[in-house]
């Protein structure tokens, strides 16, 4: 597993990316403020999401919170850009790092999810619900997890540095 690590990584670093993320000194800590910026965007969005349909916030249409999902969406597609150039800019410490490499699983099974919740016409049953209704028993479970995975996402992140001694 090394090996292909070792490639990718020697790979990547030839990437114009890679160039920019080590050449300008300001592309670091500018992608890091967008990168939070972006998980506020995410977290805020899905979390609401989340909470309204474990319960809490009954008064709340879920077809209005559900609206604000394209903000989390944006707020992803900026963490994606932003993550790749930090990866680019560094990936050894990132690829071999047992934090990242959890992150990474954490965000595809939360992607799993989404398509589940989706796919499965939870989704449309969700939105359907007027403000006081209770949540199907599936689109909680559902959301229990989405909480829990982007809960972890957020964690792994923040120990990066701390664990799997890579930085």
Same mark, same amino acid.
């Given at each position: 597993m090394? $090996?292909?690590?070792?490639s990718?990584?020697?790979?990547?670093?030839? *990437?114009?990316?890679?160039?920019?993320? *080590?050449h300008y000194p300001w592309v670091w800590p500018v992608c890091q403020i967008l990168h939070f910026f972006g998980l506020v965007l995410l977290i805020s969005m899905v979390g609401l999401l989340d909470l309204r349909i474990l319960g809490f916030?009954?008064?709340?249409?879920?077809?209005s919170i559900?609206? *604000?999902?394209?903000?989390?969406?944006?707020?992803?597609?900026?963490?994606?850009l932003t993550g790749a150039?930090? $990866?680019a800019g560094d990936p050894l410490h990132y690829l071999r790092n047992p934090a990242f490499q959890f992150k990474i699983g954490f965000i595809? $099974?939360?992607?799993?999810? $989404?398509?589940?919740?989706?796919?499965?016409?939870?989704?449309?049953t969700v939105e359907s619900l007027a403000p006081d209704d209770d949540a199907p028993f599936g689109a909680k479970v559902v959301a229990s997890l989405s909480t829990f995975l982007w809960v972890g996402v957020m964690y792994l992140g923040r120990m990066l540095p701390f664990l799997?001694?890579?930085f």
């Open positions: 090394d $090996v292909y690590i070792d990718f990584s020697e790979w990547l670093k030839g *990437t114009p990316l890679a160039f920019v993320a *080590t916030g009954k008064g709340l249409s879920l077809r559900s609206r *604000t999902i394209p903000l989390g969406v944006a707020g992803f597609a900026l963490n994606l150039i930090f $990866v595809a $099974v939360a992607g799993l999810n $989404v398509l589940v919740f989706h796919a499965s016409g939870l989704s449309k799997g001694n890579s």
